[in-house]
């Protein structure tokens, strides 16, 4: 099975910290995807990255950043923690397999509280 | 633009049957995908259709309907451990880099 692992269930951090959430995937995945969840917004793409030092932005990218140096591992960054940046944060890595089933694969998620 | 809706919450019976909704307008279209969520975890990946028609997996079926872009998803025999949420995304593009997700439907099991 496709193992995800984001480093932290539950953060709290004070506004104007800078924050980083880990994820790991141990499948060999070419996709890896950031998203934060919202009640009654659904998730909501931050980042996502196709291959090993690319990135590109998602429906709401700005106040983030990210890092993918290795495969197997993205990193989001919060340069400067706000508290609308309250969130779940969910990491997520697919197969790049065109036009076939390739679901995505979530971590457990990071609950963020910025206060 | 995108745009997935799907009913906000629903309530059913333990051994019945309920049937989720999702209509989709989205600028591509490649796999529409159900997520099941329970409260505080991550989601899972229930079903994927493609072509049109039913799905079938054990207790869980889904439709698609791409001229109407319309899907669902039927729980039979419904149990206490199906009150989850459940998540229908819509895959835009060739390589598996681009998902819109709906907001998610509650499902509440009662006995």
């Known amino acids: 099975d496709v193992k995800v692992t984001q480093s932290s269930r539950y953060l709290v951090k004070r506004t104007g910290e800078k924050v980083f959430l880990e994820c790991v995937q141990d499948m060999d995945h070419e996709n890896m995807f950031w998203y934060r969840q919202d009640p009654g917004l659904g998730l909501r793409l931050i980042y996502f990255s196709y291959d090993v030092k690319m990135k590109e932005k998602g429906d709401i990218p700005e106040g983030y950043s990210v890092s993918r140096e290795k495969k197997e591992r993205f990193s989001l960054i919060l340069e400067s923690a706000s508290t609308n940046q309250t969130s779940m944060y969910l990491c997520?890595?697919?197969?790049?397999?065109?036009?076939?089933?390739?679901?995505?694969?979530f971590g457990n998620g990071t609950r963020l509280t910025v206060t | 633009g995108q745009n997935i809706d799907q009913p906000t919450e629903m309530t059913a019976t333990e051994g019945a049957i309920v049937q989720i909704n999702c209509t989709y307008q989205t600028s591509g279209f490649n796999g529409l995908f159900w997520y099941q969520q329970h409260a505080g975890e991550a989601p899972t990946f229930l079903s994927y259709n493609v072509l049109d028609g039913l799905e079938e997996k054990g207790r869980f079926s889904s439709f698609l309907s791409r001229s109407k872009g319309y899907s669902y998803l039927l729980l039979k025999e419904l149990q206490m451990k199906d009150s989850a949420s459940y998540l229908c995304a819509v895959r835009v593009d060739n390589y598996g880099q681009n998902f819109v997700f709906g907001p998610g439907t509650r499902l509440s099991v009662l006995p």
């Open positions: 997520a890595s697919s197969r790049d397999y065109p036009g076939a089933n390739s679901p995505l694969h």
